[in-house]
């Protein structure tokens, strides 16, 4: 790894230089091992480089400082590699152990470890693999926090805080771990006082089965997506942290099909215990699973003949996962505003109902950035999708720091999805959301008319929606709420907005609840001239961030479907039929006036 590394450190150097040289050693600098140790792009500044000399963005100097800002990088893990990987007062500690399987232990185990001694493993297996870790022996010096001496393990590299799945100390031995990629790290510390036995642990590669503890993770069968192997039985355990559910999604299946499920099979605890779930088989995925209580058993198991591609499925957990079907709420990334783990991929379903479109307002974002070769959100990044499931349409996908707009659901469901890599991490984001009523708003030159589905709002009385004060309270007609108020009642008033005449009001509905006030405000308007009417969404609270009281940022206009939905007026722009019945009064007065004339003269 020094020696790689090494060599990337030279050709780097030999590229500051001008002259042919530099250029013909460009391509073996490219295809060199320019990722760290751990597998990231962390010398994507030195590619950054080239790539602005090539195409003539920046000068010639820039690109060297680029490119030394890259070397940096370099000589800087190169010193971290020294500096964990060493001997420790003339005593051998640390390592990286890429072998199948092996074990290793504290320094002098079983005798008492040294003191001021600082080791770190670092297990590196086959791409596409995990790593399951466990502990034959565990004694540390305790502290309640484990200040002193401790063990850290982390589901990747050490290096970044967000990969840590816990801290150690005492006599009671961590729970099995199984990391969510091919790289795990164990960094052991001694203080200067008192050393115990130390601990001993060991670790396998591809291991059928497992305890899973992290937020969020990945399962896949034996060999995937290869045919599955005859005669295995792999039992996973999933295990969330506190009261906290668990949620099971399938993204791919393909196992032996049978009519009851009997050959070769997938089942799903609710938890420990004999109590048998549903066996799932053939090639339709199994629903959207999830726990009764914090832990979520997975059975596979094949027999000894007809196999198939076998099952991939992302587990969701704690703070990772979260159904929110409150009209109105806040959230936002695991451990914001400190920085979120890497290595997750999180659900946060907004289901609200019927009727109701979901409205997110994006407070907070600060993701990796995008990369800076192909501008795309590569890494980082979190999506919006309009519906349930992935499998609806996309919204939006962001990284970076810039907030994006809000966005609205076509819907009453909305899924959040936060995915992470290997490495880098930041604050995360925040968001709060809004259940929107749609509604029909119209206008003539004289009176609003306000129209809302009684399904969206159930089960609210009429007297829950009102106009300007309680005594303008909706009534109810068929399937609708129904406001219908002149100009002069309901607190409207008259007011200038862009040079333009408009007729405003507030449109009140209240949900309020165990003593708990929460009430959506709307402002109705209508330009009379035009016969013009609109609805803006309100707010004068905290909890919208940026976007309290700024009611230009949240016009409302129902979608076609929904307007259609409703029975009376379907359009937002209602036309005053007053005018056309003067109109053609006045016209049939001057038809039966000729028609007299007419026949007076014949007389």
Same mark, same amino acid.
């Given at each position: 790894?020094?020696? &790689?590394?090494?060599?990337?450190? %030279?050709?780097?150097?030999?590229?500051?230089? $001008?002259?042919?040289?530099?250029?013909?050693?460009?391509?073996?600098?490219?295809?060199?091992?320019?990722?760290?140790?751990?597998?990231?792009?962390r010398?994507?500044?030195?590619?950054?480089?080239?790539?602005?000399?090539?195409?003539?963005?920046?000068?010639?100097?820039?690109?060297v400082?680029?490119?030394?800002?890259?070397?940096?990088?370099?000589?800087?893990?190169?010193?971290?590699?020294?500096?964990?990987?060493h001997?420790?007062?003339?005593?051998?500690?640390?390592?990286?152990?890429s072998?199948?399987?092996?074990?290793?232990?504290?320094?002098?185990?079983?005798?008492?470890?040294?003191?001021?001694?600082?080791?770190?493993? %670092?297990?590196?297996?086959?791409?596409?693999?995990?790593?399951?870790?466990?502990?034959?022996?565990?004694?540390? &010096?305790?502290?309640?926090?484990?200040?002193?001496?401790?063990?850290?393990?982390?589901?990747?590299?050490?290096?970044d805080?967000?990969?840590?799945?816990?801290?150690?100390?005492?006599?009671?031995?961590?729970?099995?771990?199984?990391?969510?990629?091919?790289?795990?790290?164990?960094?052991?510390?001694?203080?200067?006082?008192?050393?115990?036995?130390?601990?001993?642990?060991g670790?396998?590669?591809? #291991?059928?089965?497992g305890?899973?503890?992290?937020?969020?993770?990945?399962?896949?069968?034996?060999?995937?997506?290869?045919?599955?192997?005859?005669?295995? &039985?792999?039992?996973?355990?999933?295990?969330?942290?506190? /009261?906290?559910?668990? @949620?099971?999604?399938?993204?791919?299946?393909?196992?032996?099909?049978?009519? @009851?499920?009997?050959?070769?099979?997938?089942?799903?605890?609710?938890?420990?215990?004999? #109590?048998?779930?549903?066996?799932?088989?053939?090639?339709?995925?199994p /629903?959207?699973? #999830?726990? %009764?209580?914090?832990?979520?058993?997975?059975?596979?198991?094949?027999?000894?003949?007809?196999?198939?591609?076998?099952?991939?499925?992302?587990?969701?957990?704690g703070?990772?996962? &979260?159904?929110?079907?409150?009209?109105?709420?806040?959230?936002?990334?695991?451990?914001y505003?400190?920085?979120?783990?890497?290595?997750?991929?999180?659900?946060?379903t907004i289901?609200? !109902?019927?009727g109701?479109?979901? @409205?997110?307002?994006?407070?907070? +974002?600060?993701?990796?950035?995008?990369?800076?070769?192909?501008?795309?959100?590569?890494?980082?990044?979190?999506?919006?999708?309009?519906?349930?499931?992935e499998?609806? $349409?996309?919204? =939006?996908?962001?990284?970076g720091?810039?907030?994006?707009p /809000?966005?609205?659901?076509?819907?009453?469901? +909305?899924?959040?999805? +936060?995915?992470?890599?290997?490495?880098?991490?930041?604050? =995360?984001?925040?968001?709060?959301?809004?259940?929107?009523? !749609?509604?029909?708003?119209?206008?003539?030159?004289?009176?609003?008319?306000?129209?809302?589905?009684?399904?969206?709002?159930?089960?609210?009385?009429?007297?829950?929606?009102?106009?300007?004060?309680?005594?303008?309270?909706?009534?109810?007609?068929?399937?609708?709420?129904?406001?219908?108020?002149?100009?002069?009642?309901?607190?409207?008033?008259?007011?200038?907005?862009?040079?333009?005449?408009?007729?405003?009001?507030?449109?009140?509905?209240?949900?309020?609840?165990?003593?708990?006030?929460?009430?959506?405000?709307?402002e109705?308007?209508?330009?009379?001239?035009? @016969?013009?009417?609109?609805?803006h969404?309100?707010?004068?609270s905290?909890?919208?961030?940026?976007?309290?009281?700024?009611?230009?940022?949240?016009?409302? #206009? $129902?979608?076609?479907?929904?307007?259609?939905?409703?029975?009376?007026?379907?359009?937002?722009?209602?036309?005053?039929?007053?005018?056309?019945?003067?109109?053609?009064?006045?016209?049939?007065?001057?038809?039966?006036?000729?028609?007299?004339?007419?026949?007076?003269?014949? +007389?």
């Amino acid at each position: 790894m020094l020696a &790689e590394l090494g060599s990337c450190l %030279l050709l780097a150097v030999a590229l500051l230089g $001008p002259g042919p040289r530099a250029q013909a050693m460009k391509g073996t600098l490219v295809n060199c091992i320019l990722q760290d140790a751990f597998g990231r792009k962390r010398q994507k500044p030195i590619l950054d480089a080239f790539k602005h000399k090539e195409e003539g963005i920046g000068s010639e100097t820039r690109a060297v400082g680029v490119a030394e800002r890259g070397l940096g990088m370099l000589a800087a893990r190169a010193s971290w590699i020294q500096g964990h990987f060493h001997f420790s007062h003339g005593i051998k500690c640390g390592g990286v152990l890429s072998a199948p399987s092996g074990n290793f232990s504290s320094p002098n185990f079983p005798r008492l470890y040294p003191y001021n001694t600082e080791c770190s493993w %670092l297990i590196v297996v086959a791409e596409g693999s995990s790593v399951l870790l466990t502990f034959h022996a565990f004694d540390l &010096e305790y502290h309640d926090t484990c200040g002193f001496d401790f063990l850290e393990i982390y589901n990747g590299a050490s290096g970044d805080k967000g990969n840590l799945l816990g801290r150690f100390c005492g006599q009671v031995p961590p729970p099995p771990f199984t990391s969510s990629w091919h790289v795990m790290s164990v960094i052991f510390h001694s203080d200067k006082h008192v050393a115990s036995r130390g601990f001993s642990a060991g670790y396998q590669k591809d #291991v059928c089965g497992g305890v899973l503890t992290g937020l969020s993770g990945v399962l896949t069968s034996p060999e995937y997506p290869n045919n599955y192997p005859n005669n295995m &039985e792999c039992r996973w355990v999933i295990r969330a942290t506190g /009261p906290a559910t668990i @949620k099971l999604v399938f993204v791919d299946f393909q196992v032996e099909g049978s009519e @009851k499920c009997t050959y070769d099979y997938v089942v799903v605890l609710g938890g420990p215990g004999p #109590v048998r779930g549903h066996n799932y088989c053939g090639s339709t995925r199994p /629903p959207t699973l #999830v726990s %009764l209580g914090h832990e979520l058993q997975v059975v596979f198991k094949s027999d000894f003949n007809i196999g198939g591609r076998g099952f991939k499925a992302y587990y969701f957990s704690g703070e990772c996962q &979260e159904v929110y079907m409150a009209v109105r709420g806040n959230f936002s990334s695991p451990q914001y505003p400190s920085s979120y783990p890497n290595n997750i991929r999180c659900h946060w379903t907004i289901r609200l !109902p019927p009727g109701y479109r979901v @409205k997110v307002f994006f407070l907070d +974002l600060e993701l990796e950035e995008p990369n800076s070769l192909t501008r795309t959100c590569d890494f980082d990044h979190l999506a919006a999708f309009d519906g349930a499931s992935e499998e609806a $349409p996309l919204l =939006g996908n962001w990284c970076g720091h810039h907030l994006p707009p /809000p966005i609205t659901s076509s819907h009453n469901q +909305l899924l959040l999805l +936060l995915h992470t890599d290997r490495s880098t991490t930041h604050r =995360g984001f925040s968001v709060a959301y809004i259940g929107v009523v !749609p509604m029909n708003v119209s206008c003539s030159r004289t009176d609003f008319q306000i129209l809302i589905s009684t399904q969206a709002l159930a089960p609210l009385e009429r007297t829950k929606v009102y106009l300007g004060s309680r005594s303008c309270s909706a009534q109810e007609v068929g399937s609708n709420f129904k406001i219908q108020a002149r100009f002069d009642t309901c607190g409207t008033e008259s007011q200038r907005r862009n040079n333009t005449s408009v007729i405003a009001s507030v449109l009140y509905i209240d949900f309020s609840a165990a003593g708990q006030e929460d009430i959506h405000e709307y402002e109705v308007r209508c330009e009379p001239r035009r @016969k013009e009417a609109s609805v803006h969404l309100l707010s004068g609270s905290n909890w919208l961030g940026p976007y309290a009281a700024t009611a230009e940022h949240l016009q409302e #206009v $129902p979608l076609r479907d929904e307007a259609e939905a409703l029975e009376g007026p379907v359009t937002m722009v209602a036309q005053d039929t007053s005018d056309i019945v003067f109109l053609g009064l006045c016209i049939l007065a001057g038809v039966l006036m000729v028609i007299a004339i007419i026949v007076l003269m014949l +007389l």
